[in-house]
């Protein structure tokens, strides 16, 4: 059978839980539900709440919009993309695009795939990480930082760190010793640098 045939049934569909780990470009918080209460439910394809953020969203995930097969990607239920409720493709309202391109026979089907094993950021990210249990935040945020200037994204100031993680319920780990908010960010980082490589 072929395996392609696998991407409409759910293999690649995307949470707006990791749609919200993209922050806007200030690098502050960009939470759909906090958009959809000022803003009523009612968007425009480029006036909507994923829209001027995280470049890496946009190379990882296809939302409304995306120039996707020469036209823009309609994520929606009735659209090209996501078609009827009750079809499973982009049944979520977002798909995977980081690899997969335009889903055409050119750049998609039975093509070989080239992705690194292991870069740069991966390197950055673990040592921030190491870091950061050993107390040693400032040099964290430097190495965390390398990853963010690398799309033009705000640093990752003490400040932004309590508006990004302060009000999360997040996770205690026995023995750990670093900031819990930094510990969280860098794992979100980790999400939204190398999400699906592997």
Known sequence: DNGNNGRGYGGGCITLNFVDMFQNMDGTPAIYAD????????????????????PRLYESVMINGDHFRGRAAEMWIGGLERGSAEANRAITGFCSRKFIWDYNDDTYMNRPLNYAYLRMPEIYLTYAEALNELGRTDEALY?????RQRVGIADMTE????????????????????????????????ARELFFEE
Do not use: H, M, S
């Open 35 to 54: 958009w959809i209460a000022k803003n009523g439910n009612v968007a425009k394809i480029n006036e909507d709440p994923f829209r001027g953020r995280d």
């Open 143 to 147: 190495w965390l930082n390398l990853v």
């Open 159 to 190: 400040e932004l760190l309590v508006a990004n993680q302060g009000n999360k319920n997040l996770p205690k780990y026995e023995g750990l010793q670093g900031n819990p908010l930094l510990r969280e960010e860098i794992l979100d980082e980790r």
